[in-house]
């Protein structure tokens, strides 16, 4: 219960506090989730969600657990991308889902910004590499990036699956010096 519409959320310690007006007055349903009881990094908070998760994208074969968000809202390839790549157990699902997003993402972006945004894209994917695997330098993973998007470009949407899961396999393999 709400009285004035607005939720605040804040640390233990007091230090931080983020204080959001979520509608009218009155009983909102709240979902609190964290990445790792007792002592967690990320906390999602959803407001008025849907009681149903939303499947992102994937591969067939490697699925992806679903993700609540708020009823009606419309995700972004690009923030899609970023619920994917917020964690990273299931690496070679996220990685292989993520190409495959990026690609998907390609055909229907505005054609002006597609270079751009497919950029921007596997910069998102870079740094989640570089955290996934700590050895490889900040360097070594943007070398990477082209040949990843080498690789994918001359992907056709038949294959993409397939496609996928090997280049992310491939990229892996790479990371963990068994290439």
């Known amino acids: 219960m709400l009285d004035d519409g607005s939720i605040g959320v804040g640390d233990i310690l007091g230090v931080s506090r983020f204080v959001q007006n979520v509608g009218d007055p009155g009983v ?5 989730t964290v ?12 407001i008025d969600s849907g009681r149903d998760g939303q499947a992102l994208t994937s591969v067939d074969g490697y699925p992806l657990p679903q993700f609540v968000v708020a009823e009606n809202f419309d ?17 070679q699902n996220r990685l292989a889902a993520a190409f495959k997003l990026i690609k998907l993402a390609a055909e229907s972006d505005p054609l002006g910004r597609v270079e751009i945004l497919t950029e921007f894209r596997m910069r998102m994917v870079c ?11 900040a360097d070594a993973v943007s070398a990477m990036a082209g040949y990843m998007s080498e690789r994918l470009h001359g992907t056709a949407a038949a294959d993409l699956d397939q496609a ?5 396999a491939d990229v892996l393999a790479r990371l963990s010096g068994d290439r």
Not at 28 to 32: A, E, F, L, S
Not at 35 to 46: Q, T
Not at 127 to 137: G, H, T
């Open 28 to 32: 909102h349903h709240i979902r609190v």
């Open 35 to 46: 990445d790792d009881p007792g002592v967690a990094s990320r906390v999602d908070v959803v």
């Open 75 to 91: 995700l972004g390839k690009s923030d899609e991308l970023g619920l994917i790549l917020s964690v990273h157990d299931m690496p």
């Open 127 to 137: 740094e989640w590499l570089r955290w996934l695997a700590p050895a490889p330098s």
């Open 164 to 168: 996928s899961v090997e280049l992310a």
